[in-house]
C-alpha cells in the first residue's frame, strides 16, 4: 500500500494505517534529528514529537510534498527548536567542553589511534558547530542520510541546486580546516 493510500486511511481514523506511516519513516526521522541533534536520546525524542505532530496535524497535509517529506520536515523544525533551546542551556550551564564521541567499529585500534580519532571527532564537531547555518543544517541533514536532494531541498525550504552547493561548499570549508589542523595529507 502506497503512503497516499495509507494517509486517506489514517485521516479516516485508521490508527493502523498511521502505525504503517510510523515503522515506514521511523529511521528516516530519527537520522534527521539525530543529525540536528548530535544525541541518540533527543532524537529519539523529537522523532516522537513529530510522530505525534503529524498525527494530530494530519487534516492540515495537502500532499503538495511527499508525506516522507511533510513528516522529514516536522522532525527537523522540532530538532532545530531543541537544540536552539539545548544550546542556551549549555551556554548557561555547562563549561565549553565538547560532548565524548563513541569510536564505532574501532575496537582494534591502538590507544593512540583512538585518542587520534576521538581528537578528529572534537575538531570535526567543532567546525561544523562553526560553519553558518546555511551551511551546517544542510550538511547535518545529507549525514543523516535516506533522504533524496529534492526532499533535503523541501524539509529545508530552498531550491535543490542551492542546497547541493551549500553541501558541497560546507564540505570543502571543513576539509579545507581540517588539512590546515593535519588531518588532510593521510
Known amino acids: ?12 481514523g485508521d490508527t493502523a ?15 534527521a534529528a539525530h543529525a540536528a541533534l548530535g544525541s541518540a536520546s533527543d532524537a529519539e525524542d523529537v522523532a516522537q514529537e513529530a510522530f505525534l505532530a503529524a498525527y494530530r496535524k494530519m487534516g ?27 544550546a542556551s542551556l549549555w551556554r548557561r550551564f555547562v563549561s565549553g567542553e565538547a560532548p565524548e564521541t563513541p569510536t564505532r567499529g574501532r575496537e582494534d585500534r591502538t590507544p ?36 533524496t536532494y529534492h526532499e533535503m531541498a523541501a524539509v529545508l525550504g530552498i531550491p535543490e541546486g542551492t542546497l547541493k552547493w551549500r553541501v558541497a561548499e560546507a564540505r570543502r ?9 593535519g588531518y588532510g595529507n593521510e
Open 1 to 12: 500500500m502506497s503512503d497516499a493510500e495509507l494517509v486517506a486511511r489514517a485521516r479516516q
Open 17 to 31: 494505517a498511521f502505525g504503517e506511516l510510523v515503522d515506514r519513516h521511523r529511521a528516516a526521522v530519527y537520522r
Open 60 to 86: 492540515t497535509y495537502r500532499g503538495e510534498a511527499s508525506f516522507k517529506t511533510w513528516l522529514l520536515t516536522i522532525a527537523w523544525r522540532r530538532a532545530l527548536r531543541r537544540r536552539r533551546r539545548l
Open 112 to 147: 593512540e589511534g583512538a585518542l587520534i580519532d576521538a581528537e578528529m571527532a572534537q575538531h570535526v564537531q567543532r567546525l561544523v558547530r562553526a560553519l553558518p547555518a546555511r551551511l551546517r543544517e544542510p550538511l547535518l541533514l545529507c549525514a543523516a542520510g535516506d533522504q
Open 173 to 181: 570549508r571543513l576539509k579545507q580546516r581540517l588539512t590546515a589542523l
